[in-house]
């Protein structure tokens, strides 16, 4: 988004949108979007069933909640019973679908008037203020958000509008039957960052250290589950994460803002977050790409010097 200028601007798109939703912009997703690889070990009916899934689900209509409804049914009746890798290859397909399914479904929501979505003008106020309260109840009360609560989605706020999110318990609920552990334990972080984003507007909404911890988990995973179907996600989860806690975001910058050409002081949630990582993670990957990058700081006297400024902007040419 507009608000991220520490990096060009399609990075920032991408970065902002994988922060706030767990996933980047149509044109970072080419990974996300490429069908899951079938083991070659896969017996045929198994490859056929696969094909079949990605077939229907090309099929369903992108606008419509209820489509979601109709994936989840449609597993349960194909790939419940099968085997683990039939299974972790259908989720592998079912996962971006389900974003692309969200991401359409969200903007015929927004294409809507007030009146089409709930016959009150004041629809999305109300929801909107009830997120804020946290007093959403029960869903009854808005006939039309109903719709999207019963298909798997989920309505949050940000940037003071109303999104719509996937439901986390709704996959692990539906999607998981036959698989791996490899599959509930992706769904369990990735329920992390989407009922309590790491960043929001622009800036931090958990503490910097606990950035550190989410991208420790993301490495563990990765580690864990090295074969995993959408291990290109993953790995760029983890990317995102660390490149966000090394160099900062526009609302929560490492560094203060000056003048141009001033060195400016390190944030003392960096200092204390990057002195954390070296202390209880210091093993991690993380912790590698903290250590010389905070010995330099600390040498620098712990401000924004030229070299320091050179020092960040090698780690964001390298995709940190």
Not at 10 to 17: E, G, H, T, V
Request: proline letters at 7%; one cysteine or more; hydrophobic letters at 45%.
């Amino acid at each position: 988004m507009k608000n991220l200028p520490i990096l060009p601007f399609p990075q920032a798109i991408c970065l902002s949108l994988l922060l706030l939703f767990g996933l980047a912009a149509p044109s970072c997703q080419k990974a996300l979007n490429t069908p899951a690889s079938v083991s070659p070990a896969l017996a045929a009916t198994d490859e056929a069933e696969l094909q079949a899934l990605a077939a229907f689900l090309k099929s369903l209509p992108k606008e419509e909640a209820p489509s979601i409804g109709k994936a989840a049914a449609y597993y349960a009746a194909h790939f419940a019973k099968s085997n683990p890798a039939t299974c972790d290859a259908a989720f592998g397909l079912v996962f971006p679908a389900l974003n692309t399914l969200r991401d359409t479904i969200m903007n015929a929501y927004f294409a809507q008037t007030p009146a089409q979505l709930t016959n009150n003008p004041a629809f999305e106020k109300r929801v909107f203020e009830a997120l804020e309260k946290k007093t959403v109840g029960n869903f009854a009360a808005f006939p039309a958000a109903k719709r999207y609560t019963d298909n798997g989605l989920t309505f949050r706020t940000s940037e003071g509008m109303v999104f719509l999110g996937l439901a986390p318990d709704f996959m692990a609920e539906h999607f998981t039957a036959g698989t791996s552990e490899a599959v509930p334990a992706f769904i369990k972080l990735y329920a992390l960052s989407e009922n309590d984003p790491a960043a929001e507007d622009g800036g931090f909404a958990v503490p910097v250290q606990e950035v550190a911890d989410r991208v420790v988990q993301w490495e563990t995973f990765n580690a864990q589950y090295p074969a995993f179907v959408l291990a290109a996600w993953t790995r760029n989860t983890r990317q995102s994460l660390a490149e966000a806690f090394l160099l900062g975001l526009n609302n929560t910058p490492a560094f203060d803002y000056g003048d141009e050409g001033v060195a400016t002081a390190m944030s003392p949630d960096f200092k204390q977050a990057f002195a954390y990582v070296l202390k209880n993670h210091p093993t991690s990957r993380l912790a590698a790409q903290v250590r010389p990058f905070y010995a330099l700081i600390g040498k620098e006297g712990f401000v924004k010097t030229p070299a320091v400024a050179a020092y960040m902007q090698g780690l964001q040419n390298k995709g940190q």
